[in-house]
């Protein structure tokens, strides 16, 4: 796996294809480094919003929730007119009602209620009012998706925690797990995390390794990132960063 050299040009960066609470695609590209090699790990999947950037690159995933393991490889995988042929949802309606695959409900369902742990069954309040309804499930959503599954062809998704993920050589490592504190709101949340063991983890990943957590965290040597506008409305998260590689030239 080769490092990228100065300039390298990147395919055009992708909008979510779904919302996730904690999702970093809005701050990827202004506060954290570009990637300094072709392939990206994502070991904390989550919505892939650090891989989302740079589609074009060799994307690895690696997700311990089954459902968003599911999503990823659904989306991968399916054709465009699929996605343009799921069906809306009324004000009273629900994923259950769609004759569509579970995995396909899933990702309706997250975009029900934005910024959510878990996909949701019925429309969200601000859904169902119409408050800013492309932002929700709808055609506007569904041909954003279909124009860009044809980008994510190469990617690929590993099922399980990140230790799952088999040897490799320098990458670029984008480590966002759930945050010790602040990360307990998810279905495999901080309190199955050994933190003590994924900080030895991710000082042993070979390449460019970027760690992000939130104000408090002592379990690498943060450094303060930025004060960001996070997935729940009106709400605010300061973000801290580990670099492993700051101030090196990539190998």
Request: proline content about 8%.
């Amino acid at each position: 796996m080769r490092s990228i050299p100065n300039g390298a040009i990147d395919q055009p960066q992708l909008r979510p294809f779904f919302g996730y609470f904690g999702g970093k695609w809005r701050d990827a590209v202004k506060n954290y480094p570009e990637p300094k090699y072709d392939t990206i790990v994502e070991p904390f999947a989550g919505s892939a919003g650090y891989a989302m950037r740079y589609p074009s690159r060799k994307i690895i995933l690696c997700e311990i929730d089954p459902i968003l393991a599911g999503i990823w490889k659904y989306l991968i995988n399916v054709d465009p007119t699929e996605i343009l042929s799921i069906p809306d949802i009324g004000p009273d309606g629900s994923v259950d009602d769609l004759k569509v695959c579970e995995e396909a409900k899933w990702l309706v369902g997250f975009w029900l209620n934005r910024g959510a742990a878990s996909p949701r069954r019925s429309p969200s309040r601000w859904m169902r009012d119409g408050i800013r309804p492309g932002s929700f499930w709808g055609e506007r959503v569904k041909q954003t998706i279909a124009a860009q599954v044809g980008a994510i062809r190469h990617w690929q998704v590993i099922d399980g925690g990140y230790s799952s993920l088999p040897p490799l050589h320098a990458a670029t490592w984008f480590i966002d797990p759930p945050y010790e504190t602040a990360g307990k709101n998810y279905r495999f949340g901080s309190e199955q995390i050994n933190y003590a063991e994924l900080a030895e983890w991710c000082k042993s990943r070979p390449g460019q390794v970027i760690v992000c957590e939130n104000e408090g965290a002592t379990w690498l040597p943060f450094r303060s990132l930025a004060d960001v506008k996070t997935t729940r409305a009106n709400s605010r998260s300061k973000e801290v960063v580990w670099i492993s590689d700051e101030n090196q030239p990539a190998d």
